[in-house]
C-alpha cells in the first residue's frame, strides 16, 4: 500500500465527507424536522396518492410488462450468466435506456415517479435488469449530466444514452469502498487544459458493456475530486476482468483501467473539485431506484408466500394457517404497505419540488431493503426446502419453478452497493446533530481555546433557553388528529417521540460530545427511531388518503397500516430503551479483544484461512485496511458523516 494512503487517517475521511456535503437545507425535510423535534405531518399530509397515468406513460408500462412476460427468462439468464442480445436489444427498442432523459435529447421524458413504477416492476422479475438500467440512468451518464453538465455535454451524450448506449459509474477503487478520502485516480490538468486520467476502478456495473462512463478522479496536488464523461472506446482505457458475484450473475460489472487516458476539458462535469458533491445529489435521486425495486420484490414474495402457504398442509391445516407462518405473512404484508407508502411518498417528492429529501431517499434506500432482506429470508422459510431448490431443479423434476433461491442471491447486494446500510445510518446521523453542531459545536471543539467556547455561551444558552423546554411540550394525546379515526392513536405517538428523539439526541450530545461520532450503536438507534416514525407517519397518512379518495381497498389498507404501526411502535420504545440500557462499550472492547487475535483460541477446529495459502494471502494487511481501532479517539469537532 501507498505511504499515502497509510497517512490517511480517520478525520482526513471525515473531512473529505464533510466538504462533499450539501450544508444547507434550502427546501423543507419531514426527517430533518423530525430531528429537530418538529412532527411536520403538514409536509406529508395529504398522502400524495398516485395520479392517473399519462396515456403515453401506459402505453410504455404495459409493451414492458408485456416484454418482460413474453421475452425474459430470468432463470436462464442467471444459468448463462449472460444478458441475451436480443433482451437488451428489445430494451433499446422500447427506449427503456432514455426513460429519465427529457424527450429533446431523444428520451422518454419520464417523471421519476412514473420511472420509478418501472423499477418497481423489474423489482419483481430480474434484478440482473434492474441493474443494468439502474446503473446506467439511476447513476450512470444520464443523471449527473442532466443535474450538471453543461448544455453542450447534454447535447452530445444524452441522445447517445437514450439510444441505448451503456453507460456506467465509476467510483468504487480497490481502496475506496465507503471512504472516498482513499480516492487514487488521478486526473490531472494539461497545459492546453484537458485532463490525463490515471487509475484503476473496481465492480463498475455496466463496465463491460459500457461505451460512456462516469469517472471520478482527483487532483493529484490538490486532492479535489472531480466527474467527467469518459467514453470506452479513447485510447488507455480498459476492461482488466469481469467480476462475478453469489447473485446478480449477468452483471457486466468490471475492473477498468485508466492509463494516460486524455479527457477533453469540456467532459468535465459541472465545476472542478466538485466530483464527490456531483456523486452524492445524483444519489439523492437515484437511491430512490433500490427501494421502488425493493417494494417489487417484496410484492412478489408476498404473492408467493400467500399462495405457497394457502395450498401446501401439512399437520392437517396450510401452513399459512400454521400461527408461526401467519404471523410472518402478516408482517410481511404490512411491512409491504409501509415500504410503498415511504417510497411512493418519497418519490413523490422529488417530482414535485420544494423539498429536500436527502434524508427521506436515504431512508427509503436503508429502510426498504433491510426490510426486503428480512422479507426474502422469511419467504424462503416458508417455502421450506422449495425455496432453497433452484427453479431449475425444481421445473426438472416437475414442479412450479419459483426462483426464491435466486431471489436471496440476487437480492443480498442492495444492503450493500449505492451506500452501505451502514453508510446511510452514519448519513443521516450527520443530519440528525447538524443544528447541534451549528449552534453549540464549539463547545466540543477540541481546536477551540477555553476563551473561544466562552465567547460561544450566550448565543448558545440563547438558543437552548427556548429549544430544550419546548421539545416537552405539545399536545401528542386525544384528541389530536382525531380525524384520522382508529389509526389516530399511531400519528399521537409519532408526534410524542419526534419530541423524545430529538431530545435524547441532544441529551447524546451532553453525555458523549466529541466522542458522539464515535457512538455509532447510539447513533443508528436513534437513526432506526426516525425511519419507523417516518414509516408509521407515511403508512397513516397513506391509508387516510385512500380512505378521503374512496379507495376500493381503503379499509384493507387501514388494516395494514395498523398492524405495522403496531409493530413499529413496539420496535421504537425498544430502541429507546437501549439508548441508555445497553452493552455497547462492553460489546466494543470484546470486538477490539476479537479483532487483536485475543479470541483467536475459539477458531480452533477448523481448516482455517491460515492454512489455505490462497484465501490468507488475500486478507494480508496490505490488501485490507483495518479502519482505526481507537473507539473514542479526541475527535475535532467533525461530523459523523460520509459518502
Ligand atoms: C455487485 C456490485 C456492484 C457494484 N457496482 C458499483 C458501480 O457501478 N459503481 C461503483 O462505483 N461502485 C460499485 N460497487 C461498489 C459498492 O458501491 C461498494 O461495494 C460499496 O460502496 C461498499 O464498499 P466496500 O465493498 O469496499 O466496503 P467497505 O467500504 O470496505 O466496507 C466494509 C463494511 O464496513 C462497513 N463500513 C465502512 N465504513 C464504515 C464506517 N465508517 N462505519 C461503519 N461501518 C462502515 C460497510 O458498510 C461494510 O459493511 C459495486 C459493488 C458490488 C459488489
Given at each position: 500500500?501507498?505511504?499515502?494512503?497509510?497517512?490517511?487517517?480517520?478525520?482526513?475521511?471525515?473531512?473529505?465527507?464533510?466538504?462533499?456535503?450539501?450544508?444547507?437545507?434550502?427546501?423543507?425535510?419531514?426527517?430533518?424536522?423530525?430531528?429537530?423535534?418538529?412532527?411536520?405531518?403538514?409536509?406529508?399530509?395529504?398522502?400524495?396518492?398516485?395520479?392517473?397515468?399519462?396515456?403515453?406513460?401506459?402505453?410504455?408500462?404495459?409493451?414492458?410488462?408485456?416484454?418482460?412476460?413474453?421475452?425474459?427468462?430470468?432463470?436462464?439468464?442467471?444459468?448463462?450468466?449472460?444478458?441475451?442480445?436480443?433482451?437488451?436489444?428489445?430494451?433499446?427498442?422500447?427506449?427503456?435506456?432514455?426513460?429519465?432523459?427529457?424527450?429533446?435529447?431523444?428520451?422518454?421524458?419520464?417523471?421519476?415517479?412514473?420511472?420509478?413504477?418501472?423499477?418497481?416492476?423489474?423489482?419483481?422479475?430480474?434484478?440482473?435488469?434492474?441493474?443494468?438500467?439502474?446503473?446506467?440512468?439511476?447513476?450512470?451518464?444520464?443523471?449527473?449530466?442532466?443535474?450538471?453538465?453543461?448544455?453542450?455535454?447534454?447535447?452530445?451524450?444524452?441522445?447517445?444514452?437514450?439510444?441505448?448506449?451503456?453507460?456506467?459509474?465509476?467510483?468504487?477503487?480497490?481502496?475506496?469502498?465507503?471512504?472516498?478520502?482513499?480516492?487514487?485516480?488521478?486526473?490531472?490538468?494539461?497545459?492546453?487544459?484537458?485532463?490525463?486520467?490515471?487509475?484503476?476502478?473496481?465492480?463498475?456495473?455496466?463496465?463491460?458493456?459500457?461505451?460512456?462512463?462516469?469517472?471520478?478522479?482527483?487532483?493529484p496536488k490538490s486532492k479535489k475530486i472531480s466527474a467527467f464523461v469518459v467514453e470506452t472506446s479513447w485510447p488507455g482505457v480498459k476492461v482488466e476482468h469481469r467480476c462475478h458475484f453469489m447473485g446478480l450473475r449477468a452483471l457486466a460489472n468490471a475492473v477498468i483501467t485508466f492509463k494516460n487516458v486524455r479527457v477533453p476539458a469540456e467532459n468535465l462535469i459541472g465545476t472542478e473539485g466538485k466530483g464527490l458533491k456531483?456523486?452524492?445529489?445524483?444519489?439523492?435521486?437515484?437511491?430512490?431506484?433500490?427501494?421502488?425495486?425493493?417494494?417489487?420484490?417484496?410484492?412478489?414474495?408476498?404473492?408467493?408466500?400467500?399462495?405457497?402457504?394457502?395450498?401446501?398442509?401439512?399437520?392437517?391445516?396450510?401452513?399459512?394457517?400454521?400461527?408461526?407462518?401467519?404471523?410472518?405473512?402478516?408482517?410481511?404484508?404490512?411491512?409491504?404497505?409501509?415500504?410503498?407508502?415511504?417510497?411512493?411518498?418519497?418519490?413523490?417528492?422529488?417530482?414535485?419540488?420544494?423539498?429536500?429529501?436527502?434524508?427521506?431517499?436515504?431512508?427509503?434506500?436503508?429502510?426498504?431493503?433491510?426490510?426486503?432482506?428480512?422479507?426474502?429470508?422469511?419467504?424462503?422459510?416458508?417455502?421450506?426446502?422449495?425455496?432453497?431448490?433452484?427453479?431449475?431443479?425444481?421445473?426438472?423434476?416437475?414442479?412450479?419453478?419459483?426462483?426464491?433461491?435466486?431471489?436471496?442471491?440476487?437480492?443480498?447486494?442492495?444492503?450493500?452497493?449505492?451506500?452501505?446500510?451502514?453508510?446511510?445510518?452514519?448519513?443521516?446521523?450527520?443530519?440528525?446533530?447538524?443544528?447541534?453542531?451549528?449552534?453549540?459545536?464549539?463547545?466540543?471543539?477540541?481546536?477551540?481555546?477555553?476563551?473561544?467556547?466562552?465567547?460561544?455561551?450566550?448565543?448558545?444558552?440563547?438558543?437552548?433557553?427556548?429549544?430544550?423546554?419546548?421539545?416537552?411540550?405539545?399536545?401528542?394525546?386525544?384528541?389530536?388528529?382525531?380525524?384520522?379515526?382508529?389509526?389516530?392513536?399511531?400519528?399521537?405517538?409519532?408526534?410524542?417521540?419526534?419530541?423524545?428523539?430529538?431530545?435524547?439526541?441532544?441529551?447524546?450530545?451532553?453525555?458523549?460530545?466529541?466522542?458522539?461520532?464515535?457512538?455509532?450503536?447510539?447513533?443508528?438507534?436513534?437513526?432506526?427511531?426516525?425511519?419507523?416514525?417516518?414509516?408509521?407517519?407515511?403508512?397513516?397518512?397513506?391509508?387516510?388518503?385512500?380512505?378521503?379518495?374512496?379507495?376500493?381497498?381503503?379499509?384493507?389498507?387501514?388494516?395494514?397500516?395498523?398492524?405495522?404501526?403496531?409493530?413499529?411502535?413496539?420496535?421504537?420504545?425498544?430502541?429507546?430503551?437501549?439508548?441508555?440500557?445497553?452493552?455497547?462499550?462492553?460489546?466494543?472492547?470484546?470486538?477490539?479483544?476479537?479483532?487483536?487475535?485475543?479470541?483467536?483460541?475459539?477458531?480452533?477446529?477448523?481448516?482455517?484461512?491460515?492454512?489455505?495459502?490462497?484465501?490468507?494471502?488475500?486478507?494480508?494487511?496490505?490488501?485490507?485496511?483495518?479502519?482505526?481501532?481507537?473507539?473514542?479517539?479526541?475527535?475535532?469537532?467533525?461530523?459523523?458523516?460520509?459518502?
Open positions: 500500500m501507498s505511504k499515502e494512503l497509510e497517512q490517511i487517517s480517520e478525520l482526513e475521511s471525515r473531512k473529505v465527507a464533510e466538504a462533499s456535503r450539501e450544508t444547507e437545507w434550502k427546501q423543507p425535510s419531514f426527517l430533518r424536522e423530525m430531528f429537530l423535534g418538529n412532527f411536520r405531518l403538514d409536509l406529508i399530509h395529504p398522502y400524495p396518492l398516485p395520479a392517473e397515468e399519462r396515456p403515453e406513460f401506459a402505453a410504455f408500462y404495459n409493451a414492458m410488462k408485456e416484454f418482460l412476460r413474453d421475452q425474459v427468462d430470468p432463470v436462464e439468464i442467471d444459468a448463462t450468466g449472460e444478458y441475451p442480445e436480443q433482451v437488451v436489444e428489445g430494451l433499446r427498442k422500447l427506449g427503456a435506456f432514455g426513460m429519465k432523459i427529457p424527450k429533446k435529447y431523444g428520451g422518454l421524458g419520464f417523471s421519476n415517479v412514473e420511472y420509478q413504477r418501472v423499477m418497481q416492476l423489474l423489482g419483481s422479475v430480474d434484478g440482473n435488469l434492474s441493474a443494468l438500467l439502474s446503473a446506467h440512468q439511476s447513476i450512470g451518464v444520464p443523471q449527473p449530466l442532466k443535474l450538471f453538465g453543461s448544455e453542450e455535454l447534454k447535447k452530445k451524450y444524452l441522445p447517445r444514452c437514450a439510444a441505448g448506449e451503456i453507460s456506467a459509474f465509476a467510483l468504487t477503487e480497490p481502496q475506496v469502498g465507503s471512504d472516498p478520502a482513499r480516492l487514487q485516480t488521478d486526473a490531472e490538468r494539461t497545459p492546453e487544459g484537458d485532463f490525463i486520467i490515471n487509475g484503476e476502478k473496481l465492480w463498475c456495473t455496466n463496465g463491460t458493456l459500457a461505451k460512456l462512463l462516469v469517472v471520478m478522479a482527483r487532483d456531483i456523486a452524492l445529489t445524483t444519489l439523492n435521486d437515484g437511491r430512490l431506484s433500490i427501494p421502488n425495486g425493493s417494494v417489487g420484490t417484496s410484492k412478489l414474495c408476498l404473492e408467493i408466500c400467500r399462495k405457497w402457504a394457502s395450498e401446501r398442509v401439512q399437520w392437517g391445516r396450510p401452513v399459512g394457517k400454521h400461527e408461526a407462518i401467519a404471523h410472518k405473512i402478516a408482517d410481511m404484508a404490512a411491512t409491504t404497505f409501509a415500504m410503498e407508502s415511504i417510497v411512493a411518498l418519497a418519490t413523490e417528492m422529488s417530482d414535485r419540488g420544494g423539498y429536500d429529501i436527502r434524508l427521506e431517499a436515504a431512508a427509503c434506500k436503508e429502510w426498504n431493503s433491510d426490510r426486503t432482506w428480512e422479507i426474502v429470508d422469511e419467504t424462503m422459510q416458508i417455502r421450506g426446502g422449495r425455496g432453497y431448490e433452484t427453479a431449475k431443479s425444481l421445473a426438472d423434476r416437475g414442479e412450479v419453478p419459483i426462483p426464491v433461491e435466486q431471489i436471496m442471491r440476487d437480492y443480498r447486494i442492495n444492503k450493500i452497493f449505492e451506500g452501505s446500510s451502514e453508510i446511510m445510518h452514519l448519513f443521516m446521523a450527520r443530519e440528525a446533530v447538524d443544528k447541534h453542531l451549528q449552534v453549540a459545536g464549539a463547545m466540543i471543539d477540541p481546536e477551540k481555546s477555553m476563551a473561544d467556547r466562552l465567547a460561544e455561551l450566550p448565543k448558545i444558552s440563547a438558543f437552548y433557553a427556548s429549544w430544550y423546554p419546548t421539545r416537552w411540550l405539545g399536545w401528542g394525546q386525544w384528541p389530536r388528529y382525531q380525524e384520522f379515526g382508529a389509526l389516530a392513536t399511531h400519528l399521537r405517538f409519532a408526534e410524542r417521540n419526534t419530541r423524545r428523539l430529538s431530545r435524547q439526541i441532544f441529551h447524546g450530545m451532553i453525555a458523549y460530545q466529541g466522542k458522539l461520532q464515535n457512538r455509532q450503536a447510539f447513533l443508528f438507534r436513534l437513526v432506526d427511531v426516525a425511519n419507523e416514525l417516518f414509516a408509521i407517519a407515511a403508512s397513516v397518512a397513506r391509508a387516510y388518503a385512500m380512505q378521503e379518495a374512496g379507495h376500493p381497498e381503503a379499509a384493507n389498507a387501514a388494516e395494514l397500516a395498523d398492524l405495522f404501526c403496531r409493530n413499529s411502535r413496539r420496535k421504537v420504545l425498544h430502541l429507546f430503551h437501549e439508548l441508555w440500557a445497553n452493552d455497547d462499550v462492553r460489546k466494543y472492547k470484546v470486538a477490539l479483544r476479537v479483532l487483536d487475535g485475543k479470541h483467536a483460541w475459539l477458531e480452533e477446529g477448523i481448516l482455517g484461512l491460515s492454512e489455505r495459502p490462497q484465501a490468507e494471502a488475500s486478507l494480508k494487511p496490505e490488501a485490507v485496511q483495518p479502519s482505526n481501532p481507537d473507539p473514542v479517539p479526541v475527535p475535532k469537532v467533525r461530523p459523523i458523516g460520509t459518502h
